[in-house]
C-alpha cells in the first residue's frame, strides 16, 4: 500500500509540474477567417517547412508574438520573420491554408494568404504596429553563425 501512494504521489506531482511549466508565450489572436475570405491562389508547389526562429525578450504588454510564416509572393514562396507586435485592436488573425483539388489532367494547390479580420464584421483591420526586436532565424548547419 505504502508503494502505490509513492507511485500515485510522484505522478500527481509530474502531471501539476508539467502544467505549471506551460506555455506562457503572449501570441497574437488567432481565429478563423468569416464566410467571405480573401481569394485562393493558385500556387505551383507547397510551402517549405517552416523555419525555427529564436524569440527576442518578450518587451511586455501590449506586445504579442507573431509567428514567421511562408508567404507566396509572385511567383515563389517568402519567409516572414516572426516578431514582436501590437495586434490591431478587435482583430484576430487567420492563418494561411492551402489544399489540393482536382483538375482536369493533375490536381491543382490552392493557397489563400493569412489575413487579419475584425472580430465582429467591423471595419477591415490595420496591420500590427510593429514593437520591440524581431526574431533571428536560429543558426542551422547551413546558415554560419
Known amino acids: 500500500m505504502n508503494v502505490r501512494f509513492r507511485v500515485v504521489a510522484v505522478v500527481a506531482s509530474c502531471v501539476v509540474g508539467a502544467a505549471a511549466c506551460g506555455p506562457s508565450l503572449r501570441t497574437v489572436p488567432l481565429g478563423a477567417p468569416p464566410d467571405v475570405a480573401a481569394a485562393p491562389q493558385l500556387v505551383d508547389v507547397p510551402p517549405p517547412p517552416a523555419k525555427v526562429e529564436r524569440i527576442p525578450p518578450d518587451p511586455g504588454k501590449p506586445c504579442a508574438w507573431f ?55 467591423g471595419k477591415p483591420c490595420p496591420e500590427p504596429r510593429a514593437c520591440g526586436a524581431t526574431t533571428t532565424e536560429a543558426p542551422t548547419a547551413a546558415t554560419p553563425r
Open 67 to 121: 509567428d514567421g510564416r511562408w508567404e507566396w509572393v509572385g511567383e515563389a514562396w517568402e519567409w516572414t520573420a516572426g516578431g514582436w507586435v501590437v495586434p490591431p485592436p478587435g482583430c484576430h488573425f487567420a492563418t494561411a491554408e492551402s489544399g489540393w483539388a482536382a483538375g482536369t489532367d493533375r490536381s491543382l494547390l490552392f493557397y489563400v494568404p493569412g489575413r487579419w479580420y475584425p472580430d465582429e464584421g
